[in-house]
Every structure is written in structure tokens, then in C-alpha cells.
């Protein structure tokens, strides 16, 4: 599992901090994004 950290800008010009997280298959070597939250302590 991975967490990334970035930054998403909106068509209204606003930019929100996220973490992303995606996993990646054992089986298969297919990396998937699982969901996409806001970052609270980017203190924005």
C-alpha cells in the first residue's frame, strides 16, 4: 500500500492538499488507486 501526498487545483481555482492511496497486486503486479482524502495536517 502506498500513500501519496499532493495537491489537486479545482476548476474554481482553489487548491486542496490530498493523500491518495493505491495498492499495489501481488498476483498481478497491477498497481490500483484505491481513494483519494484530504490532507488535515497540510494546514491549509
Known amino acids: ?3 501519496i501526498k499532493g ?3 479545482g ?3 482553489k487548491v486542496l492538499d490530498v493523500i ?3 495498492i ?3 498476483a498481478t503486479g ?3 488507486f484505491v ?3 484530504p490532507d488535515r495536517e ?3
Do not use: C
Open 42 to 44: 497540510a494546514g491549509r
Open 30 to 32: 497491477e498497481t490500483r
Open 1 to 3: 500500500m502506498y500513500h
Open 24 to 26: 499495489k497486486l501481488r
Open 11 to 13: 476548476p474554481n481555482g
Open 20 to 22: 491518495t492511496v493505491w
Open 35 to 37: 481513494t483519494l482524502v
Open 7 to 9: 495537491q489537486v487545483k
